[in-house]
């Protein structure tokens, strides 16, 4: 049994969406139970109007939440609040996983204080996944792994070489990729490329044992050359955000495009279903959250507007890692390097 | 008269698109005198072969030239190769621009040799064009800058003003914005997001007299917040190539997703046009080419693969930034500041 606490109130979309997710999940999988925290009363009225299993939920009280807009460092006056209160139920053994769709520097905050780093990494990251052109593993999964984007920002080539062991283990995880292939980016391919703490790393781990594919460049990002990139949390930030953009620009000036031309509408039209796939693929967030690695837990950070799907998504992802023991091959792999 | 040098060498597509887009210019423009230097034979022969207006034309002999794949650094042995040729031209005073579409780093280097750096700026830098989803400008330019994108890495707070000056001044030229919007390139719009030296420039920014948005995002790339945004070569040579990544990647996806439906097919075939546009527009390479920025004369980099329209309009952008007294216009910003 895979024990997710979920934080049920920090979603921009309320807690209604959240107990959704878990209430469709208790249903689906005899293997996951969920403990929702969060208000009472809220959580009772969302889970009553809708079927659930509730031999696999609980739910659990707390003081408060930590919205979108408070100051992350907030988490350090309000130890009740859901996210705290989630995270020290997997501090205490309670629970496998933590999922919060809540305020991204809360949740780092809440569980860096309550959980331990894994030994020998020297800084949690925060990974994402992004649409690629080429697929990967045996899913073929559409997506490829870049971290850290945005837990910190800097890192030495220590770091980078951490980053770069728990990229590993996450995809090897969840898209069921033996070896990943793992790259630094940069701004070239060969090995005296990009800053000193780029360079250093490279040379780290071209020492092995990772499958380690040296550098890639910016355009190997879209294409997918790589399963896993690494770069510093202050880079992959930016990069991230312009991928998120990038998506809703072309959309746009799609349409403004088609406006002025019939034969353009009607293709445009023809092509409906196609573009809301292709949305999709590019949409990062449609797959399920963003893991913060380097904790002694699974963490699963679900987009702030998920829906209850995606909320779904993000636990069975983090079940998902609680049965491929993320933790655990993490460590292995530090201990490899 | 503005009067343009050009490296007719370095071209991937040979010698005969920069004479192609040379020739044009002259038929075209009585303002424009350009300079090729080259391998008289082919300049000759390639010239002999379209219409041209030789009072407007001039040929320079030179030693050879540097390759793509040549070391940037073998400038320093081979002073009179075709791009070294050209730019001691401008320092001379016999040309007022230098155009080269070879190797990106023999001509930062190139020219860096020959043209002193502008007073009161610390480091030179690559600008580029990148297509934006908002129009900017009395011509509603579909585009914005970005600056540095690899002249160097690295830029500490004072080296980041001198970008924004330098973006400002070419914007206000190239795009005829009077008070171009300038911003940072960072992890968060609040001021003290960001690297250190980010964070420094931003109070730095802060205190006039450009037109200060602050910092950007990532998503404010393709979006096109503002006219000028800026970032050290490392973040900006990084996100520039994911740029040029994400348009073939999306196509890659399309065509892909269309060759399983048929009325998808028959939708992609009504765009067509509207799809070519499109990709055009969200090609930055289409755009004349890429200004130098910080030296005493004008500089641009036009792409490895330009054909002779590309070039005509990398020649034509040139002069324009001489018309428009780039060199003077930079200076004045800087004093301002």
């Known amino acids: 049994m895979n024990r997710i606490a979920v934080d049920a109130m920090g979603s921009d979309l309320g807690p209604e969406v959240m107990v959704a997710g878990a209430a469709s999940c208790s249903i689906e999988r005899a293997d996951i139970h969920t403990t929702l925290v969060g208000d009472l009363d809220a959580m009772r009225r969302a889970l009553d ?7 696999r939920l609980r739910l659990v009280s707390c003081e408060g939440f930590i919205s979108q ?10 130890p009740h609040c859901s996210v705290c209160t989630a995270a020290s139920l997997v501090a205490q053994g309670e629970a496998d996983a933590l999922v919060s769709a809540g305020n991204t520097g809360a949740l780092i905050l809440a569980a860096s204080l309550h959980l331990p780093r894994i030994e020998g990494i020297r800084r949690a990251a925060l990974a994402a996944v992004h649409p690629t052109e080429r697929r990967h593993g045996p899913k073929r999964d559409p997506f490829a792994l870049i971290l850290d ?5 800097g890192a030495d080539a220590e770091a980078l070489r951490g980053f770069a062991a728990m990229g590993v283990a996450y995809s090897s995880i969840v898209s069921e990729i033996e ?39 910016g355009l190997d990002i879209p294409r997918g050359t790589v ?28 349409r403004q495009a088609a406006a002025r031309r019939l034969e353009w509408r009607i293709g445009m039209q023809l092509l409906g ?9 590019t949409d990062w967030k449609a797959y399920g959250g963003a893991p913060l690695l380097g904790l002694e837990g699974v963490v699963i950070k679900a987009h702030g507007r998920s829906e209850g799907r995606a909320v779904r998504n993000a636990i069975k ?17 530090i201990a490899r390097a």
Not at 183 to 207: C, D, Y
């Open 149 to 153: 984007v945005g837990a910190t920002s």
């Open 69 to 78: 807009d408070d100051d992350p460092r907030s988490v350090r006056e309000r």
């Open 317 to 333: 992802v983090a079940a998902k890692n609680v049965r491929g023991d993320l933790i655990g091959r993490i460590s292995e792999q």
């Open 273 to 281: 279903d196609g573009l809301k796939q292709l949305r999709r693929m």
């Open 179 to 217: 070896a990943p292939r793992v790259a630094l980016l940069s701004n070239g391919s060969e090995p005296q490329k990009g800053t000193p703490e780029i360079v250093q790393a490279h040379q780290l781990l071209a020492q092995g044992p990772l499958n380690f594919a040296g550098n890639v460049e």
């Open 49 to 55: 109007a809708r079927p659930h299993n509730s031999s």
């Open 227 to 254: 399963d896993v990139v690494v770069c510093d949390g202050f880079l992959g930030n930016v990069v991230l955000k312009m991928l998120e953009g990038v998506g809703d620009s072309l959309t746009h000036m799609a």
